[in-house]
Antibody, heavy 123, light 106 residues
Framework: VELVDSGGASIQPGRSLRLSCAAS????????MHWVRQRPGKGLEWVSG????????GYADSVRGRFTISRDDATNSLYLQMNSLAVEDTAFYFC?????????????????WGHGTLVTVSS | SYDLIQPPSVSVSAGQTATIACSGD??????VSWYQQRPGQSPVRLLY???KRPSDIPERFSGSNSGNTATLTISGTQAIDEADYYC?????????FGGGTKLTVL
């Protein structure tokens, strides 16, 4: 299993950015996928998740309405579209594979993690 | 919103048993997972479904969950276990992480 996060950059407040996660080594289409972030020196914060077949999406209150998660099972890719970025969005962003197809059942866990990609929002 | 509370830090002498608590309202009714994160590295799953251990995780890591508290126990703590530890659970289609506990091995 390999997850390669990319797309992080230094960007000004109010701008947009799209993160990508390239997955390999497993049946990508059969699992829920997530984005988790970690502000420098702080703890883990779940950002968003998407079930298999994209049937359901979930967002943290802090990003709902600004971020959009999506997946392309044909290319084994996970995305996070981030709009209206704010200074407090500065963090390492990790993609992670759930152990279950549908994370909304509450029984899954984060089996595998990417190495993370850094997003810095600053004027 | 649902909160998971962990102590910011725990210290343990090498070879002794470390316990890290994770508290949340009726947490025992939910599933809990635990993750280890060493500095500069991605998190690693230690336990899932309260106390199940992946095959590549040492047996000294164990977990339980009842009432309002889940507990991670590290038996025979080693220097390499010095890291940050996070509990994780679920609430109304959202994922929740505890604030993390820094384990220091003396």
């Amino acid at each position: 299993v390999e997850l390669v996060d990319s797309g992080g950059a230094s960007i000004q407040p109010g701008r947009s950015l799209r993160l990508s996660c390239a997955a390999s080594g497993f049946n990508f289409a059969g699992y829920s996928m997530h984005w988790v972030r970690q502000r420098p020196g702080k703890g883990l914060e779940w950002v968003s998740g998407i079930t298999w077949r994209s049937e359901s999406r979930g967002y943290a209150d802090s990003v709902r309405g600004r971020f959009t998660i999506s997946r392309d099972d044909a290319t084994n890719s996970l995305y996070l579209q981030m709009n209206s970025l704010a200074v407090e969005d500065t963090a390492f962003y990790f993609c992670a594979r759930d152990s279950a197809p549908d994370f909304t059942y509450g029984s899954g866990s984060f089996e595998s993690w990417g190495h993370g990609t850094l997003v810095t929002v600053s004027s | 919103s649902y909160d998971l509370i962990q102590p910011p830090s725990v210290s343990v002498s090498a070879g002794q048993t470390a316990t890290i608590a994770c508290s949340g309202d009726k947490l025992g009714d939910k599933y809990v997972s635990w993750y280890q994160q060493r500095p500069g590295q991605s998190p690693v799953r230690l336990l899932y479904l309260d106390g199940k251990r992946p095959s590549d995780i040492p047996e000294r890591f164990s977990g339980s969950n009842s009432g309002n508290t889940a507990t991670l126990t590290i038996s025979g703590t080693q220097a390499i276990d010095e890291a940050d530890y996070y509990c994780q659970s679920w609430d109304t289609n959202t994922v929740v992480f505890g604030g993390g506990t820094k384990l220091t091995v003396l």
